[in-house]
């Protein structure tokens, strides 16, 4: 009975899912690694980004039904031909999670020891990259919406975003400007049925963690598996919210 049950809400799970488009940046590691292969489990059209070549090909190799872009969110010229290439390998786009992000300096540092150069890596990647790369898919995220499938924008943020962490403060004013970024674009967007929105998966055990904390504890974060399940989930609620609301 218990088994019967779990097989269901797997079942139903799935079936919400099946032919979903989905653009993952950042997909290779940590978090956005985990979302391309639990979303890929479920059915999902996935696609993904990353700087690097060797990375973005084993991760396509590796995980059948992916596919691999080459480039970078931080680069303006970039975006279009990332853009193009996204809609090219599923044909159109129902999400968007701009998940790719930067440090700013590293080791972190006080904003007063900042480089200029290290605060608009910051910027550029984490800020610029998901609103050119939103702004060059938007007519694909229209269509969706007119098409009745509830398109939806997350921007991956932190609680570094909130808090005034020191030593996280190109990160955490990039981080500011995203989550502030997407309550904007969302009351813009929501008359053609778009919504975006930013989302904190918490301190997770992944790459970026150990750069920016390396005492920390792994067994003390979250595994990025988990965040993936928790934002699948809540993706989920959004769109059939809005399927709901006939939007
Ligand atoms: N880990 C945490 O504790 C934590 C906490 C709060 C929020 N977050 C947020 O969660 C998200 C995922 O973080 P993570 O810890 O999973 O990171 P991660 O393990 O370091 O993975 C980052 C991914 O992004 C790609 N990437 C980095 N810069 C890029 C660029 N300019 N263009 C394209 N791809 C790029 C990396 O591949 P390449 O190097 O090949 O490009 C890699 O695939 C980020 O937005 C982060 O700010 C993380």
């Excluded at 480039?71 to 786009?93: F, H, S």
């Excluded at 910027?123 to 007119?146: D, H, I, Y």
Aim: proline letters at 5%; charged letters at 20%; one cysteine or more.
């Amino acid at each position: 009975m218990a088994t019967d049950s779990i097989n269901k809400s797997e079942e139903q799970e799935s079936a919400a899912w099946k032919g979903v488009r989905v653009a993952v940046t950042g997909g290779t590691s940590g978090l956005g690694l985990a979302l391309v292969e639990h979303l890929l489990g479920r059915g999902a059209k996935v696609v993904f980004v990353a700087r690097n070549r060797d990375g973005v090909d084993r991760v396509a190799r590796e995980r059948a039904g992916a596919h691999g872009i080459t480039g970078d969110v931080a680069e303006k010229d970039d975006i279009y031909p990332i853009a193009i290439q996204i809609l090219g390998a599923v044909g159109g786009l129902d999400v968007l999670i701009n998940n790719a992000s930067s440090l700013g300096p590293v080791p972190l540092a006080p904003l007063a020891d900042t480089s200029c150069e290290d605060f608009e890596l910051a910027l550029e990647t984490n800020l610029l990259g998901p609103f050119r790369l939103t702004k060059a898919l938007l007519g694909a995220l229209a269509a969706s919406a007119r098409e009745g499938r509830s398109p939806l924008v997350v921007n991956i943020s932190s609680d570094a975003a909130i808090n005034a962490y020191p030593n996280w403060g190109a990160y955490g004013a990039s981080k500011a400007a995203l989550h502030h970024l997407s309550e904007v674009w969302n009351t813009e967007l929501r008359v053609q049925g778009i919504q975006v929105i930013s989302w904190d998966p918490g301190d997770m055990d992944t790459p970026l963690h150990a750069i920016a904390v390396p005492g920390a504890d792994p067994t003390a974060l979250r595994r990025p598996e988990d965040a993936a399940r928790e934002l699948i989930s809540k993706i989920e609620g959004h769109i059939s919210t809005l399927r709901e609301a006939g939007r």
